[in-house]
C-alpha cells in the first residue's frame, strides 16, 4: 500500500505503525547489501583496506540510476543520492575506512566537496596546501585527494592544474559544488568599509558586486579566505569576503549575504588517485599536451578528437615551467580512455605532440 | 536470497546485480517513508516547518528499534543508527528544514552533536555564545539549540546549568559525543614546551597526561580551546590542547594525539526547545530546586522519588545567583512527568521547596 493511495485517511498511530513495517524492511534490505559489498570484495580476492573496493565508476552507475528512479519523488534528487551516497558509504567503510586528503582546514568548501563526494563514513584528512594533498595521495597516506580546479564565474584554480604537470597522480572523478560568498567586517557597517582582502578568486566572483556598493573601497588580494577574514579582524574600516565558517572563528559580522555575483556560482574539484578507473558510461577525459614551437600547433592537436565527434568541454593553457615544456594545453574531451575513438584519437594527438599525458578518465559530475 | 547463504560463490556482475534490486527496493521504501511522513503532517493540520512534525520521543523510539534489529550486523549500530538518522532527517525537511543553533564556529565539538542528533538535512545556526544559543531558541530563530552540558572526566559545564534558572526553555533530548584532544604546538617539540592553554574543562581532561609529560609546565585556562590555539600560535614555548580542527585553523602541529586521561572521554549536551515532548518509553527528567533554608533541606525533597522508586542519575549543587536562590539542585530521575509516579513525586517535592523547576523530561541518550 502507498501513502497516495489510501482511500481513508489513517490515524496517527497507524501511520507510525506503516512508517514502522517500512524501516523494518529498509533495514533488512540496507543489511544485505552490506553482506553483498563483502561478497564483491571476495570476489576481487582477500583485501582489507574500503581502497581496495571502492569503484568510483560503479558509484556514478548507481547513483544515476538512483536518478533515473526517483522522477515521482516526494524526496529531491540532492536528498535521495546524498542518502545513497550515505549507504554505500557506510557498505564501504565496513573495512578500514577511505582516508580522503583535502585542503584544510575543517569547514572549508573542500571539505564540504569530499562530504558530498564520499559520505561521512570516510576518515578525512585536511592538509595546509594543495601540493601535501598531491604528496599524501603520492605516499600513499591518503587513498583519495580533493583539490579545487576551477571556479564557474573565476575561471581555473591554476597552482591546482600546475602541479598535474609533474605528477604522477590521475584524476578519478569530478565534483561540483555551489558556494557562497559574505561580505565580512568587526563593525558591521557599510559605510565604514575602505578596504576589502580576499583570495583573488572570491574578490572576482563578487565584482560587479563590490562595484555596485563599494565602488571606492580597495581590493586587497591575499592568499586565502580566511587569511582575509584575520587582516579584517584588526580594523574597523577593512571587509573580507569569506565564507560563513570564517565570520565565526574570527568574529566578524555579516555585513551582507550571498554577495557571488551568479547565483549558481559553483567551484568545481578533482578527485585525485594512483590509478585509473574502467567508464561508468558518461565520462570525460582531462589531456594535458605541450607543443614545441608555437601556440597555433594546438589547432594540429586537436583535430583528431574533432574527426572522431568526441566534443571538446574545456580548453586552457598555462606557459610551461620548463624549457621543455613550452606550452601547455589541458584539455578536456568526453568519453574515456576505454573508448577506441578517444584511443585513436590519443594516439593521433601524442604522434603530433612534443609529450601527451593522460591525466584521468572519470565519471562526469552528477548534481 | 542473503549473501551468506549463496551456496556458489556469484561472480562480481551478478553480485552488482543482486545490489542493483536491492536498491531499487530500498530507493522505493525510502520514498513510500518520505510520503508517509508527510501524512503524519496532514494528520495534525496543515503545517508548514519541519518543527510542527519533529517528535523526539518518536525518533528515539525509532532508532531503539533499529538496534534491537540490528543484533545480525554486518553494519555496526552507529553507522545503522546514522543512516536511519539521515533518512528521518531527510523525510522531515521535505518541508522547511529544522534551524539548529549551537556554539560555533563550524568545526567544533558542538556542531559535530548537532549533526550526530539531527542527521545533515538541517540548516544550523552557529553562535558566539551559549547564552546566545538560548535567546535564539526563545526568540523562535532557532527551532532547537544544543548546549554542552558536561563531561564524563570534567564534570558540569556551569555556564550551561546556570542558564536555565532564569530561561523558560525546556530540555528536549540528550546527546553523547566521543571527544578527542590534542596538544598542539608550533614548533612540534614536547621538549620546547613550558606553558599549555585551554579552556579549564580540557586541562581537566588530560590532568593526568599532563603530569606525566609536562610537570613543570605552566598550565593556563582561558575562555576556550580556540583562544588556546591563538595563543600558542605565538610562541615557541607554548601549547595548547585542542581538537584537531584547531591545529589546522592556527597551523599548529600535533605534538601529540588524544590526550585525554579517559579513553571514554564524552561530552554530553542538551537539546533545548521551547516545549516538552511526550514519552519515549525510555526517558529522563531533569529538575530544578531551590530550598530556602539549609543545604539538608535537600534531603528531604529527594525522598518522594526515592520512595517511588525513581532512581536519580545524577545531582549538582549550584550557588544561588539571587538572594531568593539560596541553593539551586540540579536533578536527573529516571523516568518521564507523564508517569504518574513522577508526577506524584515532583508534587510532594514541590510542596517541601522553595521552588521547583520541571527543566524537561527527554529520551536518554541513544549511543
Known sequence: MNASDSSAPL?????????????????????????????????????????????PEREAQVLRMVI???????????????????????????????????LGPEGTFSQQAVLKHFGHSIKGLPLATIDEVFQEVAAGNADFGVVPIENSSEGTVNSSLDLFVTSPLKICGEIELRVHQH????????????????????????KAWLRANLPKAERIPVSSNAEAARRARNAD????????????????????????????????????GRELFPASGHDKTSLLMSVKDKPGALYELLTPFAEQGLSMTKIESR?????????????????????????????????????????????????
Chains 1, 2 share one sequence.
Not at 569569506?242 to 578527485?271: C, M, Q, W
Request: charged content about 25%.
Open 237 to 272: 574600516d577593512a571587509a573580507a569576503i569569506a565564507g560563513e565558517t570564517a565570520a565565526h572563528i574570527y568574529g566578524l559580522k555579516v555585513v551582507s549575504r550571498s554577495i557571488e555575483d551568479r547565483p549558481d556560482n559553483t567551484t568545481r574539484f578533482f578527485v585525485i
Open 319 to 367: 606557459p610551461a615551467r620548463t624549457g621543455k615544456w613550452e606550452y601547455v594545453f589541458f584539455v578536456e574531451v568526453e568519453g574515456h580512455v576505454e573508448d577506441p575513438r578517444m584511443s585513436g584519437a590519443i594516439a593521433a594527438a601524442a604522434a603530433r605532440a612534443a609529450e601527451l599525458k593522460v591525466l584521468g578518465s572519470y565519471p562526469v559530475a552528477l548534481l
Open 11 to 55: 490515524d496517527l498511530a497507524q501511520t507510525r505503525q506503516r512508517i514502522d513495517a517500512i524501516d523494518r524492511e529498509i533495514q533488512q534490505l540496507i543489511a544485505e547489501r552490506a553482506r553483498w559489498a563483502q561478497q564483491v570484495g571476495k570476489a576481487k580476492g582477500e583485501l582489507k583496506a574500503a581502497v581496495d573496493y571502492y569503484r
Open 183 to 206: 561580505l565580512l567586517a568587526r563593525s558591521g557597517r557599510l559605510e565604514d568599509i575602505e578596504r576589502v582582502y580576499s583570495h583573488p578568486q572570491s574578490l572576482g566572483q563578487c
Open 68 to 102: 533515473d528512479r526517483n522522477a515521482g519523488g516526494p524526496l529531491s534528487n540532492e536528498e535521495m543520492v546524498r542518502l545513497f551516497r550515505e549507504i554505500m558509504s557506510a557498505c564501504l567503510a565496513q573495512q578500514e575506512p577511505l582516508k580522503i586528503g583535502f
